[in-house]
């Protein structure tokens, strides 16, 4: 039987955008099921003890971007460390993957390209039109950005949350198997080894 990943994440949070491809690899390789759950990340912060970034201590701000450089070598990637449009009101585009989701879409090639239009295009992911330019650059119907600003995706939205916040989530990206959460980009290979070894889940 397939095994599922519950995937929380933001398109404003650069260690999903640093961490989806590997993350797709690994469950391609081990047959998983991925269940897509955009959530706010200043909603989950608030909720869970976190702080935004412009409230963090300048050491952690300071260690935040020597991070990223390393992440970005690592993993041969480039992008901007402050894009243009950034910080940004992400509530659009994750409820566009939302809506993508609803009509039944495969959303991992829209979550790439909107992470992408925030770290590597430095494109504004908040704009209805640079979104309604993503949707017909990978032929969605054009009516999914209609639909994203209806009731249906903004429940959605808020039961990621709930469902984060119930499951221990707190931060962008945190991938959860069997219950057992796995928080940030730099735990794909741990993520691996529990889907390899098809451990039981390890509980607080």
């Known amino acids: 039987m397939s095994r599922s990943i519950d995937y929380y994440f933001s398109i404003a949070s650069p260690w999903a955008f640093i961490g989806h491809s590997p993350f797709l690899d690994v469950a391609k390789r081990h047959g998983a099921r991925i269940n897509f759950r955009p959530v706010f990340l200043g909603e989950l912060f608030a909720d869970t003890g976190g702080l935004p970034l412009a409230r963090r201590h300048p050491a952690r701000q300071r260690y935040r971007l020597v991070e990223l450089k390393r ?21 659009a585009a994750d409820r566009l993957v939302i809506a993508a989701q609803i009509a039944g879409h495969d959303v ?92 039981a889940p390890f509980t607080p």
């Open 71 to 91: 992440w970005r070598e690592a993993r041969g990637l480039d992008f901007h460390l402050s894009p243009a449009h950034w910080p940004l009101d992400p509530a």
């Open 108 to 199: 991992a090639p829209l979550v790439s390209r909107l992470t992408s239009g925030v770290w590597q295009r430095q494109e504004n992911m908040a704009d209805p039109a640079a979104l309604g330019v993503v949707l017909a650059e990978l032929g969605l119907p054009a009516e999914l950005l209609e639909a994203s600003a209806g009731d249906r995706t903004a429940v959605i939205y808020k039961a990621n949350h709930d469902a984060a916040v119930e499951a221990d989530v707190f931060g962008s990206p945190a991938y959860v198997l069997d219950g057992e959460v796995f928080w940030g980009q730099d735990r794909i290979d741990m993520l691996e080894r529990a889907l390899s070894s098809g451990r």
